[in-house]
């Protein structure tokens, strides 16, 4: 056979050839050493914390007061931070999938419409969180924001609609003195159809304003400015500001107004079935829909025990009965005998985006002086989660794949 | 020398993939983020999106993969719509779809979500009990067919850039709005239209959220942004505050999902761009799968990009 250019057989390639390999495979070695001289272990706290997952390496750095603005806001684009690593250790990825099975097990023990109470729950009824705007032009005095928010997330037809806002600044909080107006749109389902309203923030201690001169300006949305009928649904607020020195600030909020076509009569009544507490919850209904109830029960002193919703198509105006189970084993969970009291229950009207939500009754029910021994301990039973965890216990058995680990 | 070089180079490139054939089985299911520019209609056209300005490293990173046996697929929706239109129902067709192929059936199916398609996954998550509010059947049966969500710069409390934006676009940019109308999203990334301003309180599966964070000046705290979205919107977590190395494990009732699925489960500091991968930036904390230990070291990007990046510097999502 005729040798083609480059390569013909030697002793001296070969032999660089094999020194070449040689060279690799040492420095492979040393990558290996190095790696695995330098993994952490998991910590006992980790490794024992229920949910929560296994880290992979140590934070970065805490920024004590965030980074500097002045010449370059952005940080560097360097990937050699310090306290980076390239991957997990195989003790990591190991306890990782162990939490990820036991983590699984946790969540599958409730249905998705009964849990342990938390105070999200209330919250997520209750709480406002002011819209911000961005920073537009962080230059010297530049860092402020333009805040905007209803003084509670929705309001019932009829009822008087505040609305505050703010320019603050986005370091310290400090106010600043602006002209502020708002246009309010109904603009969820659609193109944006037109201003409903345009209305004007006061401080100056009327109007709706509570404090005179605290620069939390104030706009009152009465039914005289605006018929009820028009809100109904999500309407969205296009505030602007101008500050004192000509500089405009923007911000879009949001607010929910209208009743939903069924209310609470305050009658409830409760019972065990099935180890469950079974609460069901009279409504007057003036028209037919979808409709959406939930409530939170506490235990003696306050403390947080369970969390149910149900929803369910009422299809004829009159009386009507919603009722919610609340899943026996947060009971067990909480360790706490009743009688439970219905912190808060509220229903909604579905079948628009958001819900028409209904008021927000506190207190409205005490239950009969359960015991936790009355219910069930045992937990929800789901064919899905069940494969979901096999899933995670397949993973578990997998052995790792080369490169995966530091050293590997 | 090439010729023993290359011997050597596809004997371990044969001894690599057949240990990680071996040892990797999974399938990932990939969903985009916002695209003013296109409506994203088909698989392959939501691949193309992601692969646009990839520069040739997404085909590197599936060989890899599928060196490793762990299926990719692409899910597609309209990236100009809010998440609650078509979206989230589209997106959990595919995903139930996906999971039943051949490839994917009976093996862990691993969302991945950037950006705006994060606020998408958590309709899905959020809404996917019968009892729920906004429950579509479809969302139940996607979340039961998951094994757990990864998500990447997700939106997942709104973005301040969208309730200043949102107000541009509506008030001072009407006419183009009409031409390119990229309002629609940013109605549904306002912080006022978001999953947690409008009380859900739960996700079906967990959510691994990696947050970016680049030190912009875009959103409230000042910095604690990753140049578009700001750090505790990424974690979901529900309150303004300066979160900046707060990324290990959860935030117990801080979090918008009460049930304890939601975990902060990294901090990359690399910005909303640079988070799936755009441009050749590295990001050596996403390299490891966490569902198969799978390792794309050789090539440095989980995500491309999809937009243009200098809008993407300043819309970003």
């Known amino acids: ?408 | 020398m090439r010729t023993y070089l290359a011997l050597v180079l596809a004997t371990v490139t044969l001894a690599v993939g057949a240990r990680a054939a071996a040892a990797a089985d999974g399938c990932f299911a990939v969903v985009h983020g916002w695209d003013w520019q296109r409506e994203i209609t088909s698989e392959a056209t939501a691949q193309a999106a992601w692969e646009s300005s990839a520069q040739g490293q997404l085909a590197a990173h599936q060989a890899s993969f599928a060196a490793a046996d762990i299926e990719v697929r692409y899910v597609h929706y309209d990236g100009r719509d809010p998440y609650w239109w078509d979206s989230a129902p589209g997106v959990a067709q595919q995903l139930v779809d996906i999971g039943g192929t051949a490839a994917c059936a009976g093996k862990p199916l691993t969302v991945v979500c950037y950006s705006m398609g994060c606020t998408v996954v958590d309709e899905i998550l959020a809404q996917a009990h019968p009892s729920d509010p906004y429950h579509d059947p479809r969302y139940a049966t996607a979340t039961a067919r998951v094994l757990e969500v990864w998500s990447v710069n997700g939106v997942h409390g709104g973005a301040e850039l969208a309730n200043t934006y949102e107000f541009v676009n509506d008030v001072l940019l009407g006419f183009v709005n009409a031409v390119w109308n990229p309002g629609n999203a940013l109605r549904g990334l306002t912080t006022g239209n978001s999953p947690r301003a409008w009380g859900y309180t739960k996700v079906g599966k967990p959510v691994f959220a990696i947050g970016g964070y680049d030190g912009w000046w875009y959103t409230d705290p000042p910095g604690e942004d990753d140049g578009v979205l700001a750090y505790h919107s990424q974690y979901g977590i529900r309150k303004i505050g300066s979160y900046y190395g707060d990324w290990r494990g959860h935030v117990p009732n801080d979090h918008w999902a009460a049930n304890g699925l939601f975990y902060n489960a990294w901090q990359a500091d690399k910005d909303h761009y640079e988070g799936k991968g755009g441009s050749g930036h590295k990001i050596k904390k996403l390299k490891t799968s966490p569902i198969t230990g799978y390792c794309n070291c050789e090539n440095d990007t989980w995500f491309s990009s999809h937009t243009n990046p200098r809008l993407v510097r300043q819309f970003g999502f």
């Open chain 1, 1 to 408: 056979l005729a040798s083609r250019p480059g390569t013909g057989g030697g002793g001296a390639r070969r032999r660089l050839a094999l020194a070449g390999v040689g060279a690799l495979v040492l420095v492979a070695a040393l990558i290996v050493w190095r790696s695995r001289a330098s993994a952490p272990a998991l910590t006992a706290a980790e490794a024992a914390a229920p949910g929560v997952p296994p880290s992979w390496g140590p934070a970065p750095a805490l920024h004590a007061g965030g980074p500097a603005l002045a010449a370059d806001p952005k940080r560097g684009d360097d990937d050699d931070e310090p306290g980076l690593r390239d991957g997990p250790s195989e003790a990591e990825i190991r306890a990782f999938r162990r939490w990820r099975v036991d983590n699984l097990r946790r969540a599958a023990r409730f249905p998705g419409d009964s849990l342990p109470l938390t105070a999200r729950h209330r919250e997520a009824l209750t709480e406002v969180q002011p819209d911000r705007g961005a920073v537009t032009d962080p230059g010297p005095g530049g860092l402020d924001v333009l805040v905007a928010y209803p003084a509670r997330p929705f309001f019932q037809a009829g009822e008087p609609i505040l609305l505050h806002a703010a320019v603050v600044h986005a370091r310290d909080g400090t106010r600043s003195a602006a002209r502020i107006t708002g246009t309010l749109m109904k603009a969820i389902d659609g193109p944006h159809d037109g201003a409903l309203a345009t209305v004007t923030y006061r401080d100056d201690g009327a109007g709706g304003d509570a404090v005179a001169g605290d620069l939390l300006y104030t706009a009152q949305v009465t039914p005289a400015i605006l018929a009820p009928e028009l809100l109904v649904g999500q309407v969205e607020v296009e505030v602007s500001a101008t500050l004192a020195d000509g500089r405009e600030r923007f911000v879009v909020s949001q607010f929910r107004a209208g009743t939903p076509g069924a209310r609470l009569t305050g009658r409830f009544r409760d019972r065990l079935e099935g180890g469950h507490l079974i609460l069901e919850a009279d409504l007057a209904v003036v028209r037919p829909g979808r409709y959406h109830l939930q409530g939170g029960l506490e235990g003696p002193g306050g403390t947080p025990v369970a969390w149910a919703q149900h929803a369910e198509v009422i299809d004829a105006p009159g009386a009507a009965t919603l009722s919610l189970r609340f899943f026996g084993l947060a009971f067990h969970e909480a360790g706490i005998s009743g009688p439970y009291r219905l912190a808060f229950v509220s229903v909604a009207e579905t079948g628009r985006r958001p819900v028409l939500q209904g008021p927000v009754l506190e207190g409205a029910h005490v239950t009969a002086p359960y015991a936790v021994a009355d219910f069930s301990g045992a937990p929800h039973q789901d064919p899905a989660w069940d494969e979901t965890i096999r899933q995670a216990e397949a993973i578990e058995g997998m052995p790792l794949a080369p490169g995966v680990v530091r050293g590997r």
